[in-house]
């Protein structure tokens, strides 16, 4: 089965610009995941979806990022204004179903630079 | 927050030694799960252990969890150029409505 896509593979942006990342989950998979994952740290949890719906978004900076995952399948992660701090890999996960029994398919990330 | 954290940080051993990594926990958890992230690639799923099983195998691969301590460890045998990655250990809190919480990961060296 096809994995889980993601582009850009690579961003480079200044500061205060908006950049926007794309995820194709594994066909079937009814749960989404987005990730931040800093340098040497392990991926901190932004969002999930369950279909089109969002089941936890509790360590999503809500006043720069957004997601949405239209009709239940394709995903976008979108940071306006970036910052610094931002600066870090973006990966998606996708699952058959929710809960923690299922194991995630990850795919390569996006790895964002700020200037 | 974090809730599993791996020990070592770092391990370089020779190829054909066995690795060993650990993982601690602060609260009861539903399972546990190993995951393996070469250099520059995402994460990718090796075992699953459930709070009520203690031993797993898969290949090379061997978990234990010891729901008393509240620990698990990863031991790979014979380990080999390819195993060379971060391996991080991932918890399903019984305390937090199932949410799966990533370690900071063991950085794994292996040397020809």
């Known amino acids: 089965e096809a994995g889980v896509a993601q582009s850009p593979r690579y961003k480079i942006i200044e500061k205060r610009q908006s ?21 040497g740290q392990g991926p901190k949890l932004l969002i999930q979806f369950q279909n089109n719906g969002v089941v936890d978004d509790s360590q999503l900076p809500k006043d720069r990022f957004s997601a949405e995952r239209l009709k239940g399948v394709d995903s976008t992660l979108k940071i306006q204004p970036a910052k610094l701090e931002d600066s870090a890999v973006y990966l998606c996960a996708s699952s058959l179903a929710g809960g923690s029994g299922q194991p995630q398919h990850f795919g390569d990330g996006t790895r964002l630079s700020i200037l | 927050s974090q809730q599993g954290e791996e020990d070592p940080q770092a391990l370089s051993i020779q190829e ?97």
């Open chain 1, 19 to 39: 950049v926007a990342f794309w995820c194709n989950p594994i066909s079937g998979h009814a749960t989404l995941y987005w990730y931040q994952q800093i340098l």
């Open chain 2, 16 to 112: 054909g030694e066995n690795a060993t990594m650990n993982c601690s926990y602060k609260t009861s958890i539903n399972n546990l799960q190993w995951y393996r992230q070469n250099s520059g690639r995402g994460l990718v799923h090796l075992i699953l252990i459930r709070s009520n099983e203690r031993e797993k195998h898969s290949g090379r691969l061997r978990v234990t969890l010891d729901t008393s301590k509240k620990s698990s460890s990863l031991l790979i045998t014979a380990s080999r150029a390819a195993d060379t990655a971060s391996y991080f250990c991932a918890t399903a809190s019984m305390n937090r409505d199932d949410k799966i919480i990533f370690g900071k990961g063991t950085r794994l060296h292996i040397l020809p």
